[in-house]
Structures are given as structure tokens and as C-alpha cells.
């Protein structure tokens, strides 16, 4: 079964950018996609994106659609989610998953990492 592990979480300033990893290991031929997830304190987790290994197809919420950039290396098995102009309402637990198909509901989502705390703070 696939292990996927966020990476790259921390406080950072208004305006400022941030890079988060996904690595992933152990996935097969089921494990076609790579979502990012946000969960803010007091509220549900949220699709953000998500990215197929193979062709690089990728999918948006429209929320953080150009401000957000998802993106994969195939021979690292790593999914990096790269966010600009951050705000302070993207204060949240941020999540990756691995899955057959790229969806934006969370129970077509089998695997799931721990989370990474992004902190966006004067």
C-alpha cells in the first residue's frame, strides 16, 4: 500500500511563498493521482489539487486556482504543492493523498499522510 508523508510546513508572513512536499512511496498502477488538502482550524478539510503520475494532468479548486501550483517528479515520487501570496485564511493543517483517480471529494481519496502545519502570521 502506498505511504505518502507531507513535508515543508511552517510559519511564514503575509504575501510570502512556501513550497510543501508529498513524497510517496510503495504506490502501484492504483495510486494514479496526488491530491492536496487543507484542513483550517475549526473548519472541513478542503480539496486544493491534485496531479496524475503519469501525464501530469491536474486538477483545481478554483478557490486557489493560480495562486496555488501543483506539480510531480516521477523519478523522486515526490508532489510539490508551490503557494504564493499566502494569506492569513490559509492557516491550516495541509494534507496530501494518494488515490486511484483524481477527485475532489475526500472519501475517493484511500491514503493519507499526517498533515503539515502552514502558519501565515505578522
Known amino acids: 500500500q502506498v505511504h505518502v508523508q507531507e513535508s515543508g510546513g511552517r510559519l511564514v508572513r503575509p504575501g510570502d511563498s512556501l513550497r510543501l512536499s508529498c513524497g510517496a512511496s510503495?504506490?502501484?498502477?492504483?495510486?494514479?493521482?496526488v491530491g492536496w488538502f487543507r484542513q483550517p482550524p475549526g473548519k472541513e478539510r478542503e480539496f486544493l489539487a491534485a496531479i496524475r503520475w503519469i501525464g501530469g494532468r491536474t486538477l483545481y479548486n478554483d478557490t486557489v486556482k493560480g495562486r496555488f501550483t501543483i506539480s510531480r517528479d516521477n523519478a523522486r515520487n515526490t508532489v510539490w504543492l508551490q503557494m504564493n501570496s499566502l494569506e492569513p485564511e490559509d492557516t491550516a493543517v495541509y494534507y496530501c493523498?494518494?488515490?486511484?483517480?483524481?477527485?475532489?471529494?475526500?472519501?475517493?481519496?484511500?491514503?493519507w499522510g499526517q498533515g503539515t502545519q502552514v502558519t501565515v502570521s505578522s
Open positions: 510503495g504506490r502501484t498502477v492504483d495510486d494514479a493521482a
Open positions: 493523498a494518494a488515490g486511484p483517480f483524481m477527485r475532489r471529494a475526500l472519501n475517493e481519496w484511500p491514503s
